[in-house]
């Protein structure tokens, strides 16, 4: 069965996080309204084109969806599920902020299919929180998890960051292990990195704190994944684990290069061997709904050679790696008539393996993925 993933946009947030370099604004908040209206009108302009695929998945991502209002949620779902054949769909996932998921939202999540909620916590303290600028507190992280527990919600991921500035290595355990202590199926784990023309890179600049140093980084990073492992977790992706069968399907179809269609200001896609993205500008978003003439920006068309090189490096994020019968099957060539050097040369350096008809990342590979990924460029 052929898979097709849809990705909507939320690009609004009550306040900026001090590391954001999304596309998201907590500035245009009176803009919400007509931005929904705007999406359920790319909705219907793309509809017949998602739905003779048909969709396995969708993931609405932001910004922050669950700051929505009940009435502009219901707007929304009800779009989808006017327009949009979900015969075929297995994972349907909202991101969620702590501190703006309520009983009434989970319910209507519930009604309208919504079978997974990502929550982003990044870390259990409340100063630390505070210093990257979340909104929310420990107490808005565990009251959303009953809440969603109570309303029978048992797919759950919890975004955590690590090498936060003023983090040290005991805090980030204090953080997984509380994490370890709720029945959360999946954990993504990302390490800060500071990004040009936001608050944190200013931080950095006038040397307000503490950011842990590269060893730091990396010791947290193998605490994170021992940890979780220990605990029942499989390592599946460098950045995110999961118990058993609760992978996210979303995800594996960027990491597998598989379709998806995004939707919204400035959602990305790649579909029928094109990369494209829609309007990053909001007036102009909105000018494009209102003449039903949504533009595709940076049309990258993907050829044999970037497909190849596209499946090595986002294959190898994954754990497992790359199976060599897949890549046959996908592309009716063996990966070693193509990539017989770079792979060898991989292994002599301990970056890769071999085993079991599959190449993947060693731990060390892991460390160092970036240099991997570069040299499977052709
Ligand atoms: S909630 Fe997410 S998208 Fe919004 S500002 Fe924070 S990191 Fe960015």
Request: aromatic share 14%.
């Amino acid at each position: 069965m052929k898979t097709l993933g849809l990705y909507i946009h939320i690009p609004f947030c009550e306040s900026k996080c001090y590391y954001c370099d999304f596309l998201s604004f907590d500035n245009k908040l009176d803009k919400v309204n007509k931005y929904i209206d705007s999406l359920c009108i790319h909705i219907l302009n793309q509809k017949h084109e998602i739905n003779k695929v048909g969709i396995t998945t969708i993931f609405i991502g932001g910004g922050t969806p669950s700051m929505l209002d009940i009435g502009q949620l219901t707007k929304l779902l009800t779009c989808l599920h006017e327009n949009i054949d979900m015969k075929q769909l297995k994972e349907f996932t909202i991101e969620c902020n702590p501190n703006s998921i309520t009983t009434d939202k989970i319910k209507l999540f519930k009604d309208y299919g919504v079978n997974r909620i990502s929550l982003g916590l990044q870390a259990w303290q409340n100063g630390l929180l505070k210093n990257i600028g979340r909104i929310h507190t420990q107490k808005d992280f565990i009251d959303a998890y009953y809440n969603l527990r109570n309303e029978g919600f048992d797919n759950i991921n919890v975004d955590i960051m690590f090498s936060l500035p003023n983090q040290t290595m005991k805090m980030l355990e204090e953080t997984i292990k509380n994490i370890v202590k709720f029945d959360i199926n999946h954990i993504s784990c990302y390490g800060l990195t500071i990004e040009a023309n936001t608050r944190m890179a200013k931080m950095y600049e006038n040397g307000e704190y503490t950011f842990p140093d590269e060893i730091l980084d990396r010791d947290m990073y193998h605490y994170i994944c021992d940890f979780l492992i220990s605990n029942g977790y499989k390592h599946y992706e460098i950045s995110n684990f999961a118990k058993a069968s609760y992978e996210c399907m979303h995800n594996l179809i960027y990491w597998e290069l598989d379709d998806y269609i995004g939707l919204g200001l400035g959602a990305h896609s790649y579909y029928k061997d094109k990369r494209y993205h829609n309007a990053e500008r909001l007036d102009i978003y909105q000018d494009e709904a209102l003449n039903n003439d949504f533009k595709k920006y940076d049309i990258q068309n993907i050829d044999l050679k970037s497909k190849y090189e596209e499946y090595m490096f986002l294959g190898l994020r994954k754990i497992d790696g790359i199976d060599i019968y897949e890549f046959e099957k996908k592309f009716k060539v063996k990966v070693f008539d193509i990539y017989q050097n770079k792979v060898e040369s991989l292994i002599s350096q301990g970056l890769i393996d071999y085993s079991n008809h599959n190449i993947k990342l060693t731990k060390k590979g892991i460390d160092l993925s970036n240099y991997v990924f570069i040299n499977f460029l052709l």
